[in-house]
Nanobody, 120 residues
Framework: QVQLVESGGGLVQAGGSLRLSCAAS????????MGWFRQAPGKEREFVAAVKWGSGYTHYADSVKGRFTISGDNAKNTVYLQMNSLKSEDTAVYYC?????????????WGQGTQVTVSS
């Protein structure tokens, strides 16, 4: 059974940094797309960043380019989201997700989310 467990959320002042972690278990994630999404109160969930496990290919939402970095540690089966220069508009619940190599569009597995609150 695939499990994705996020950690690292919290309260931070604007301009500060946080690193989120997503521990993945239950199968081998070779060639999976591992993504981070977020959902702010009253808004739809939105894409933040993704990495293709194994190739290291990454892509980001325009709103976080240059501030956030996604990376993966194959040995630990963990994906990270380093968030720098945080803004109040980054406040949201952040979700880790995994998409099978054969899938397109929607992600197949989701974590429970971790709250990030940026105070101005």
């Amino acid at each position: 059974q695939v499990q994705l467990v996020e950690s690292g959320g919290g309260l931070v002042q604007a301009g500060g940094s946080l690193r989120l972690s997503c521990a993945a278990s239950g199968r081998t994630f070779t060639s999976y797309d591992m993504g981070w999404f977020r959902q702010a109160p009253g808004k739809e969930r939105e894409f933040v960043a993704a990495v293709k496990w194994g190739s290291g290919y990454t892509h980001y939402a325009d709103s976080v380019k240059g501030r956030f970095t996604i990376s993966g540690d194959n040995a630990k089966n963990t994906v990270y989201l380093q968030m720098n220069s945080l803004k109040s508009e980054d406040t949201a619940v952040y979700y880790c997700a995994a998409r099978k190599p054969s899938s397109s569009g929607s992600y197949d597995y989701w974590g429970q989310g971790t709250q990030v609150t940026v105070s101005s």
